[in-house]
């Protein structure tokens, strides 16, 4: 990694603020909490357990926390032109696009952290609401893909805000948070381009044009790649 990329990193810790991500952390917690408590009745069958499992993933996890938490820590963030062009490390003459792009992998490495620990809990509270004799075992492949996904979900939401940010501003990054949960909650050619629809895709919900989960998962690297090319030719050398 190259001193413009890691200067980059420490500059986006720094204006977080560990105080502001152990916030959002503990938010995020309580969100699936009370989530948690709502969906908790026990269930009889390990179906059922299933069921709440996906929905505490696919609603309250991938559904809700993480859009909103990554549009959180880009606004926290900035990443906007003119912010980047008056950043000191720019300004003695540092490369903005390392700098920027530093800032970002960030703000998706706290996202897609927090993201997990929270599917991790999903899963666990969803087998712990099964009768007994009926709990969802946490398997080794369970975990392994709420981690993928949460990693793909968090590079795409990150680079689609920081994106929209760079050349539309706050207004952008709004556009595209309503734009992801009013089109990417359908299944036709218009909830293609967002990773709302990905995410359902992969846990179970009816994908895009009827894609298979393996080709949601490319495209949703396909949106971070495209995002993230798209805010790096943005931002000045």
């Known amino acids: 990694m190259n001193a413009h990329f890691l200067q980059g990193l420490r500059d986006a810790r720094s204006t977080l603020g560990s105080v502001w991500a152990l916030a959002a952390a503990i938010a995020s917690l309580l969100v699936l909490a009370v989530a948690g408590v709502l969906e908790g009745q026990v269930v009889a069958t390990t179906e059922a357990a299933r069921g709440a499992q996906l929905r505490l993933l696919g609603g309250v996890v991938f559904g809700l926390v993480l859009p909103l938490l990554a549009f959180g820590v880009s606004g926290r963030l900035g990443g906007g032109v003119r912010a980047l062009m008056l950043a000191s490390w720019a300004r003695y003459g ?39 004799g009926r709990e969802v075992p946490l ?4 975990v392994l893909a709420v981690v993928w996904v949460s990693a793909l979900g968090s590079l795409a939401y990150v680079a689609a805000f920081a994106a929209a940010q760079a050349y539309w501003g706050n207004a952008g990054r709004v556009a595209v948070l309503i734009g992801d949960w009013v089109f990417g909650t359908g299944a036709s050619l218009l909830a293609l381009p967002w990773p709302r629809a990905h995410l359902g895709a992969l846990l179970g919900a009816r994908a895009p044009m009827g894609l298979e989960p393996r080709i949601s998962a490319l495209c949703l690297v396909a949106i971070a790649l495209i995002t993230t090319v798209a805010y790096a030719r943005r931002v000045p050398r």
Do not use: D, E
């Not at 800032?103 to 099964?130: D, E, F, N, P």
């Not at 398997?139 to 369970?142: G, L």
């Open 94 to 132: 540092g490369n903005r696009q390392g700098y920027a792009l530093g800032q970002q992998a960030l703000a998706a490495l706290l996202t897609a952290g927090i993201a997990t620990v929270l599917a991790l809990l999903a899963l666990g509270l969803g087998s712990a609401m099964a009768a007994p």
């Open 139 to 142: 398997s080794f492949a369970n």
